[in-house]
């Protein structure tokens, strides 16, 4: 990822921030740079960890970790044992400090990590509007590998911070049960709500993993 795909990820909150911090700029990278001065950061234009883990301290958003090597850094380490059938086990005083049970516009509650939660509240609701579509299954917090093995590794449903929206309407490969395009790619605005709070889509991905999203990239 270049310099400047760094600052066109960075969301309207991270920005919003950074402006009552340091004032309006010509361009990204500007005002990038001036924040990092202004925090005493190495000024370099990058908006990675440290910088945006300074915007979080300034009432802005949670960082959004980039690669697995960041999730532990941001969401915290995650301490299991293996389960069966490709489930973990998380340690129970570690799932008491970072989930939490939020309740959506819907009436549904879901789990997910407790620096999330309400941000997906907002963003699910602001998507269901916008779209015009209200998924009926919400699947979130699952302590479980990759596909359900062993042998890959865990799934960020594990740290609460990715969802899947009904599975048999938004199946892998960019389709629903029975043929034609999944609710998601019929509904796109719902996507483009939770992008622009920095949560990426599976079915982006080469695999076309439509039913899932996460707040990691």
Not at 65 to 80: H, K, N
Request: neutral net charge; charged residues 20%.
């Amino acid at each position: 990822m270049s310099r400047a795909e760094a600052q066109a990820r960075l969301t309207a909150g991270q920005i919003d921030t950074m402006q009552r911090a340091v004032g309006e700029h010509d361009s990204r990278d500007a005002l990038v740079r001036a924040y990092q001065t202004a925090r005493g950061l190495a000024v370099d234009g990058w908006p990675g960890l440290a910088t945006q883990t300074a915007i979080h301290a300034d009432g802005g958003p949670v960082p959004l970790p980039v690669g697995r090597s960041q999730i532990a850094s941001v969401y915290g380490a995650l301490p299991y044992t293996e389960g069966e059938r490709g489930r973990v086990n998380v340690a129970p005083a570690w799932v008491r400090d970072h989930i939490v049970a939020v309740e959506l516009h819907t009436g549904k509650r879901v789990r997910l990590h407790r620096l999330v939660a309400d941000e997906f509240a907002e963003a699910f609701r602001l998507a269901c509007e916008a779209s015009g579509y209200t998924p009926a299954s919400v699947q979130t917090y699952v302590p479980r590998h990759t596909l359900w093995d062993r042998a890959k590794p865990l799934s960020l449903h594990s740290w609460g911070i990715a969802i899947d929206f009904d599975p048999s309407l938004n199946r892998m490969g960019g389709t629903a049960t029975g043929g034609g395009p999944s609710m998601l790619r019929q509904h796109p605005e719902f996507i483009e709500v939770f992008k622009s709070y920095g949560w990426t889509w599976g079915g982006d991905w080469r695999m076309r993993d439509d039913m899932h999203i996460q707040r990691a990239s």
